[in-house]
């Protein structure tokens, strides 16, 4: 980790934006997290000129995480310059916040100055979940940080090539770690905990099932296929069965960070911070989130790429309502789906409904690879585009989402929060 700026030269992203008219109604905006959804929204939030936008990341790069399996399968390193991909009017502190002070409007950055305010927008993301089985945490490898992809990568690498590996948990991250490993040439058994791929339809399933058999994984799955134990060289089932792993990969749930918790402010049992459906906390007005760190009325979306966009979008667009005295419009997500790497030449394309519910249509074989592939480019693409014409992106706005997601709100019994009103919300 990078500390505070000190007296060194600015780089390109630490120049502050070009000058604004010197009045007091010059706005500071600060973005906490540089990933998907922190860099659309710092993106697009330079819109006005007369606002300063700081983007706090506590690494130099954009984690790509779509290719964190590719890193360590050796065929991408899953990271993407901040030169390529955020707009030179962002000022880029690289440094972790330990701490947001809502009543005093600033952000204390570990080992820089305090940051004050106008508009704070928490996307801090989301990580690997604490591991409730023993010896998961002392043995396991768990794949959702860049440095926990590269720290599996350099186990692999001194592992002998016929070693057995076990990937714990079916969802895409452990499906495509097992897909990938198993392309490579790795011995590899893949424990669900369940279902296969939970998302996805009994079709797509069966589709990925018959590709990772071709790949030569053993998937053990139902309701057995629950892992009790791990050792350093074993992986204990709830029906007793020990598999030998030299290497145990966990793929097992997120979580997200506690910022928001150590801060005093309103969050989800997970930890999300708690949302209207403008993305602006239930607590402070000033403060939106966006991505997987999000809960808006206590229910949040899918955590993905899909979703972390959009709603890096849409918490800047509630912003820059704000400051032109304007109601923000609330989210409605109108587009789902599904991308999963099978290898380097398979992959799925799994489409859903506008209740996130994936349906029978999907896109399989090569042609999903070449889908998965042309995602994992347009993801930095938007994001590049956005930095050179913010307001450019439009996906958020798709018609289409708002009744399917108020029948959602109702039919688990959420209210439609209101986030108290700002003061001094004049632009």
């Known amino acids: 980790m990078q500390g505070g700026l000190g007296d060194r030269p600015q780089t390109w992203a630490e120049r502050r934006a070009p000058d604004a008219p010197a009045d007091h109604q010059q706005r500071g905006l600060v973005v906490i997290g540089g990933g998907y959804a922190g860099v659309m929204a710092a993106n697009r939030l330079t819109q006005?000129?007369?606002?300063?936008?700081?983007l706090v990341n506590p690494r130099p790069d954009l984690v790509h995480r779509v290719r964190l399996h590719q890193l360590v399968g050796g065929s991408d390193d899953a990271v993407v310059a901040y030169q390529d991909v955020l707009s030179e009017r962002v000022r880029l502190v690289v440094d972790t916040v330990t701490r947001i002070d809502a009543a005093e409007r600033s952000v204390r950055p570990a080992a820089d100055s305090t940051l004050p305010y106008d508009y704070?927008?928490?996307?801090?993301?989301s990580?690997?979940?604490?591991?409730?089985?023993?010896?998961?945490a002392e043995f396991a490898y768990p794949l959702a940080t860049l440095e926990e992809a590269q720290r599996l990568r350099a186990t692999l690498d001194a592992t002998p090539a016929a070693a057995p590996v076990t990937v714990v948990g079916a969802g895409p991250t452990g499906i495509e770690i097992a897909a990938e490993l198993a392309d490579a040439g790795r011995r590899v058994t893949l424990v669900c905990g369940g279902v296969l791929g939970p998302y996805l339809h009994t079709r797509g399933r069966r589709s990925v099932a018959k590709r990772?058999?071709?790949?030569?994984?053993?998937?053990?799955?139902g309701s057995d296929a629950k892992v009790t134990a791990v050792s350093r060289d074993t992986v204990r089932l709830a029906n007793g069965r020990e598999l030998p792993s030299e290497v145990t990969v966990w793929t097992v749930g997120f979580g997200v960070p506690d910022l928001a918790a150590r801060s005093g402010?309103?969050?989800?049992?997970?930890?999300?911070l708690l949302t209207d459906e403008t993305l602006t906390s239930v607590d402070d007005a000033r403060i939106l989130a966006a991505g997987d760190s999000a809960a808006p009325s206590n229910q949040p979306l899918r955590m993905s790429c899909l979703n972390a966009t959009p709603l890096g979008a849409r918490a800047a667009?509630?912003?820059?309502?704000?400051?032109?005295?304007?109601?923000?419009?609330?989210i409605h997500q109108g587009f789902y789906a599904q991308?999963?790497?099978?290898?380097?030449?398979?992959?799925?394309?799994?489409?859903?409904?506008?209740?996130d519910v994936a349906v029978w249509l999907h896109v399989d074989e090569g042609m999903g690879a070449r889908i998965k592939e042309l995602v994992c480019k347009g993801i930095p693409g938007h994001l590049s585009?956005?930095?050179?014409?913010?307001?450019?992106?439009?996906?958020?706005?798709?018609?289409?989402?708002?009744?399917?997601?108020?029948?959602?709100?109702?039919?688990?019994g959420a209210h439609h929060t209101e986030a108290p009103t700002a003061p001094g919300r004049a632009g």
């Open 48 to 54: 006005r000129v007369d606002v300063t936008v700081t």
């Open 120 to 125: 704070l927008i928490y996307a801090v993301g």
């Open 127 to 136: 990580g690997s979940a604490e591991p409730g089985v023993p010896g998961a």
């Open 212 to 221: 990772l058999a071709k790949l030569g994984v053993t998937v053990i799955d």
């Open 265 to 272: 402010l309103s969050t989800d049992a997970v930890g999300r």
């Open 317 to 330: 667009d509630t912003v820059l309502s704000r400051l032109a005295g304007k109601h923000p419009e609330t």
């Open 339 to 355: 991308c999963i790497s099978l290898g380097r030449s398979a992959g799925i394309y799994q489409f859903a409904n506008r209740s």
């Open 385 to 412: 585009k956005e930095a050179h014409r913010p307001g450019s992106f439009r996906l958020h706005r798709a018609p289409g989402g708002v009744a399917k997601r108020r029948r959602l709100l109702q039919a688990n």
